[in-house]
Structures are given as structure tokens and as C-alpha cells.
């Protein structure tokens, strides 16, 4: 029997259109099932990092990601990163916060003004 595909349902959105797009991609493509074992559970957290890994690579870092059926989060986030949708029966949290200055090595004092 044919199984219909989620859909997608934004419930807050601050962010590019084109970005919201390439989440919808990555989203569809980690909770498809590997092909050499289809009946494989739905894991959220490998689909949480599989979502992160795209968004840092892609937009460079510090991206975070939440999937599951019950969950709560507070928190802040850059300007126009920031989204929170379902597919189907689950909820995806994406969004950007913290600098990279942690990933740069800091400056000597005689440098900083």
C-alpha cells in the first residue's frame, strides 16, 4: 500500500524563504529510511545532527536543531534564523545562535581596541 508523505506545517517563521526550502530538502531526506534496511526506526537525535551538520556546513556555524513528538525550548537567536514547523507528527526546531569568535583564537590585548 502506498504511505502518503508528511506534510509540512510552519508554525513560526524568521527566516530567508530559500532557507526554509532547504530545510524542507534535508528534512525529507533524513527521515527517508536507508535502503538496505527500510524498516529501520525514525531516530530524532541522527536526524536532529543530520539537519545541524547540513546547516553549519552550508551557512557556517553555530546551528541548532530539535526533532521529537514532545518537546519545549526557550531561548534566543539571530535575526532571520530562526524556524519551528512539523512534518507530519513531528516537530523541528532549527536556528542559529552564538558566534564563531569561539572557533577563532583570540586576539592578544595589544590588539583588541
Known sequence: ???QEPQFVLKRVDMP???????????KEAFRPPADDPSKPINER??????????DSQQGPIWHCV???????????????FVYLYYGEYAIQL????????HEPPKPKEQQA
Open 1 to 3: 500500500m502506498f504511505q
Open 17 to 27: 524563504e530559500e532557507l526554509v526550502e532547504d530545510l524542507k530538502t534535508v528534512v
Open 46 to 55: 541522527e536526524i536532529a545532527h543530520a539537519v545541524k551538520q547540513h546547516f
Open 67 to 81: 526533532v521529537g513528538k514532545s518537546f519545549g525550548a526557550f531561548g534566543t537567536h539571530e535575526t532571520k534564523h
Open 95 to 102: 536556528w542559529k545562535c552564538g558566534c564563531t569568535s569561539q
